[in-house]
């Protein structure tokens, strides 16, 4: 296998394996065409279904726009990748930093700032969490078409807590169309567990749910799959979904109405 496509591999890879921080909900993400050596930016939109807080059984659309800018192979940009640098990067293995964004959750709409339908009035009297940064890092494997990674991010501003995501993905293509499948899992510590599926005592006062205190550990675990077809040497067209099954410590919180999460994506985007 030739450098350049072994680089394309990964890239698709490791980008579905990104579990964004867009919301509290991470929906999945499109793999994205071929990587070129200097500065690439790409500009487009996306159309996302997906809860509207992550355990509601209410779903939303809203439309994200997709801005992103690489550095070849090795500095990355954009709302669902985050901003991050490939410090390790050989045939196998990729490590670097990595800083995320997860929007804020208003207690009228829920988690999207872009939304275009549908609400929910389950977090009334909650109050809203401002929007939060996550920093830390990444260790990515490929091998072939398989690739895992692992990424731990410590919050800050709207939540203080620690996540981990752990990743396995399968790349591949059929004719002109590259797509991806794997599983995925995202633990993390009381501190965020409790920011968004907690209800405090006073919190219990202006709602109708009981105080739910939690413990750290799995939020969710799932599958995701993605797939994009480049319609010319700039356009493509992107398609998306994944499953969530909430872990025990979010699923029992009382604001959860369902453990199983569902997003689908649609992305347009233009390539410079």
Known sequence: MNTSTHKRKG??????????????AAPVELPRADIKSGWSVS???????TPVYSGSDTYTTSIFPDLRIRYGDRFFASIPEGIGYNLVQTP?????????????????????????????DALKGMGDISAAGEAGG???????????????????GGHTGVLGDLSLNYFNRVGPVRYAVGPRATLASAEFINTYYGVSAAQ????????????????????????????????????????????????DSPLVQSANQMTVIGSLSYRF
């Open 138 to 156: 990444y260790v990515e494997y490929r091998q072939a078409n398989w690739s895992g990674r692992a990424e731990v991010r410590q919050g800050f």
């Open 11 to 24: 890239l698709l890879a490791s980008v579905l394996l990104t579990l964004p921080a867009m919301t509290e």
């Open 43 to 49: 500009v487009g939109a996306a159309a996302v279904v």
């Open 204 to 251: 219990s006062t202006t709602t109708r749910y009981q105080p739910y205190t939690a413990a750290g550990g799995l939020v969710s675990v799932g599958v995701g799959a993605s797939a994009f077809l480049p319609l010319s040497r700039s356009w493509q067209v992107g398609v998306a979904a994944s499953y969530d099954h909430l872990g025990s410590q979010v699923s």
């Open 92 to 120: 196998h293995w990729r490590a670097g930093p990595v800083i995320k964004l997860r929007f804020s959750r208003n207690e009228d709409t829920g988690g999207s700032p872009f939304l275009i339908s549908g609400k929910s």
